[in-house]
Structure formats: structure tokens, C-alpha cells
């Protein structure tokens, strides 16, 4: 099974920034959706942004304008762009790869902190 290992969180001042980055490793298809999670204390995990293999990109809501979600030039590695950011983008992020219908395992997800 695909395993993931991301990178890149912090503390950070709301209005801040942050780049995030994803790494998967095992059998890599060319097909695929690479996508970022968060998850916030008390909340269920959700869906951030994703990026299919053809480049086809989706934002949620909440982070539309402020997020760049972009793949690296090696086929398994996704990073995130996160500007402007704000104490409710707080949580642990995750990324993960939907391929032949299956996601890879969870990693240790990376601590996203935004306070001042």
C-alpha cells in the first residue's frame, strides 16, 4: 500500500504563511488524485484541495483564494500553498493518493498552528 509522509507544518501569525509538502512512496499509477486533509480538534477530518494527475485542481471553500495546491515534477509529490492564513485553518494536515479506487495509508500528518 501507498505510504505518505508529509512535512512543513509550523506556528505561524495569522496572516502568514506556509508551504506544505507530501511525499508518497510504493506503486505509483499513472492516474491519480493527490489530495491535502486537515483535521481540527473536536472536528472530522476534510477535504482542503486536490490535484488529479491531468492537472484538473479543486479547492474547498474555505480556502479558495489563499491555498495553491500544485504536484512536484516527480509523479508522487503534492505540495500546499497556504497564505493569509487564519487561526481557523488550525488543525493537522494530511495528504493522501486515490488510485484504482483505493486511498494510500494515512501518515503522521503535519501540525498547522496559526496564533499570535
Known amino acids: 500500500q501507498v505510504q505518505l509522509v508529509e512535512s512543513g507544518g509550523g506556528l505561524v501569525q495569522p496572516g502568514g504563511s506556509l508551504r506544505l509538502s507530501c511525499a508518497a512512496s510504493?506503486?505509483?499509477?499513472?492516474?491519480?488524485?493527490m489530495a491535502w486533509y486537515r483535521q481540527a480538534p473536536g472536528k472530522q477530518r476534510e477535504l482542503v484541495a486536490s490535484?488529479?494527475?491531468?492537472?484538473?485542481?479543486y479547492y474547498a471553500d474555505s480556502v479558495k483564494g489563499r491555498f495553491t495546491c500544485s504536484r512536484g515534477n516527480a509523479k508522487n509529490t503534492v505540495y500546499l500553498q497556504m497564505n493569509s492564513l487564519k487561526p481557523e485553518d488550525t488543525a493537522v494536515y494530511y495528504c493522501?493518493?486515490?488510485?484504482?479506487?483505493?486511498?494510500?495509508?494515512w501518515g503522521q500528518g503535519t501540525q498547522v498552528t496559526v496564533s499570535s
Open positions: 490535484v488529479t494527475s491531468g492537472g484538473a485542481i
Open positions: 493522501n493518493i486515490m488510485q484504482s479506487g483505493r486511498l494510500g495509508s
Open positions: 510504493g506503486t505509483i499509477f499513472s492516474t491519480n488524485v
